[in-house]
């Protein structure tokens, strides 16, 4: 089974508008960690937000929110006013346990495209 | 602060070769990951170094192997080159004994297998 599930392959949305961009985790760890990247054409792989499995509130950076339910097991990314630098690949990511190095595990990826 | 730094930027070998990437972490960062991302499989997970271990590999075959050096600078070695292994290959640091150890990514070195 998928351990991470991002069901979107493609994406686009209007500049300045929201928009969310869902994962959906599969886990028995009671402990684990969630992790949403940025991948433009580049290549490098830019860290957005994360949020822990125990957080109580759910985690926001900027223009960035993480929609966190657990029960669903969702962790859905919501950019607010998107740009056109938002274009790009985006993938969620999930660390099960605590510790030093777990290794990430990762969906599928978005492609979201921002139209002017 | 200077960021996960790796070299070269693109490699290009024939089959059979073999390929040496080199990844210098973020200052202060002692653990060392490695990462695939093939055409169509997505990111997959190669190997863990810290504290100059090997901590954990991924469902890689014994020719992919590395090391990670005193300084915490990491090298990852594939032997017997197959065009399969032709890929982004990303390093990822991160400070260990932290709860959120988020690990922070190379610009990737882009190998191709002729």
């Known amino acids: 089974a998928q351990k991470i599930t991002q069901t979107q392959p493609g994406m686009f949305v209007q500049e300045k508008e929201a928009v969310t961009l869902d994962c959906t985790y599969d886990?028995?760890?009671?402990?684990?960690?969630l992790f949403w990247y940025k991948q433009p054409s580049s290549g490098e792989m830019i860290f957005l937000i994360y949020?822990?499995?125990?957080?109580?509130q759910n985690a926001t950076e900027g223009r960035y929110s993480l929609n966190f339910q657990k029960a669903r097991k969702s962790a859905n990314l919501v950019i607010s006013a998107s740009q056109l630098g938002d274009s790009a690949m985006y993938f969620c990511?999930?660390?099960?346990?605590?510790?030093?190095?777990?290794?990430?595990?990762f969906g599928g990826g978005t492609r979201l495209m921002v139209k002017p | 602060e200077a960021g996960v730094t790796q070299s070269p930027t693109h490699l290009i070998k024939t089959r059979g070769q073999q390929a040496t990437l080199r990844c210098s972490p973020i200052?202060?960062?002692?653990?060392v990951y490695w990462y695939q991302q093939a055409l169509g499989l997505g990111l997959q997970f190669l190997l863990w170094y810290d504290e100059g271990e090997e901590r954990n590999r991924g469902n890689f075959p014994p020719r992919f192997s590395g090391r990670q050096f005193p300084n915490y600078s990491s090298e990852l070695n594939v032997n017997a080159l197959e065009l399969e292994d032709s890929a982004l290959y990303l390093c990822a640091s991160s400070a260990a004994l932290t709860d959120q150890e988020t690990q922070y990514f190379g610009p990737g070195t882009r190998l191709l297998v002729l």
């Open positions: 949020q822990g499995s125990y957080d109580q």
């Open positions: 990511a999930m660390r099960e346990g605590r510790g030093a190095g777990n290794m990430l595990t």
């Open positions: 200052s202060g960062h002692t653990s």
């Open positions: 886990t028995s760890d009671p402990s684990y960690g």
